[in-house]
């Protein structure tokens, strides 16, 4: 099973927030610490939102942040909101024309396999990703009141004030 980029890049951001909980996190900062496209970016952050992971702030001083507590976001259930449109092959789409759909037995097995997938990650919760987690914590604090525009060359790390 191979994950989406979009799902990569929801954890991501969703990890971001967990750490920076005392203010809001803007898009081309997050781009940045998770060396990430800003369009593709900007996809994924409006799903979380509509998800109700997070919630956005418009404006000059906008961004967003975690809508609840790290400890109940669940990892699978931020996988499935990403990934459940996705069949994971033809049997479980609605489109599925393949021959062997009326005698292959193999449907149920994957069935099971991804259910079993989900069912792992349902007892992981993003706390569980960053909390005491001191590696993570200084890859992705975002720093200063004015947050960067701007990353410094061969780094994902933002530029600072005194620095750009």
């Given amino acids: 099973m191979r994950l989406t980029t979009r799902t990569n890049l929801a954890l991501r951001t969703l990890m971001v927030c967990a750490v ?4 809001l996190v803007r898009k081309q900062d997050v781009a940045c610490v998770i060396n990430a496209s800003e369009n593709h970016l900007a996809q994924v952050i409006n799903k979380l939102a509509q998800e109700g992971f997070i919630t956005t702030q418009r404006g000059r001083h906008g961004g967003f942040s975690l809508n609840r507590a ?3 976001i669940g990892v699978g259930e931020v996988f499935r909101a990403f990934e459940a449109d996705l069949p994971l092959i033809e049997c479980f789409s609605e489109g599925n024309t393949c021959p062997l759909k009326d005698h292959c037995r193999m449907g149920k097995h994957l069935k099971r396999a991804v259910d079993a997938f989900y069912g792992a ?11 005491c987690n001191d590696g993570l914590e ?3 604090q975002l720093e200063g ?3 960067p525009q701007q990353c410094q060359p061969g780094s994902h790390k933002p530029v600072t ?3 750009a």
């Fill in 20 to 23: 920076n909980t005392d203010r």
């Fill in 121 to 131: 990650l349902d007892d992981l919760y993003l706390s569980d990703l960053t909390d």
């Fill in 138 to 140: 200084r890859l992705l």
């Fill in 161 to 163: 004030a005194e620095a």
């Fill in 145 to 147: 009141p004015n947050l």
């Fill in 70 to 72: 790290a400890s109940s």
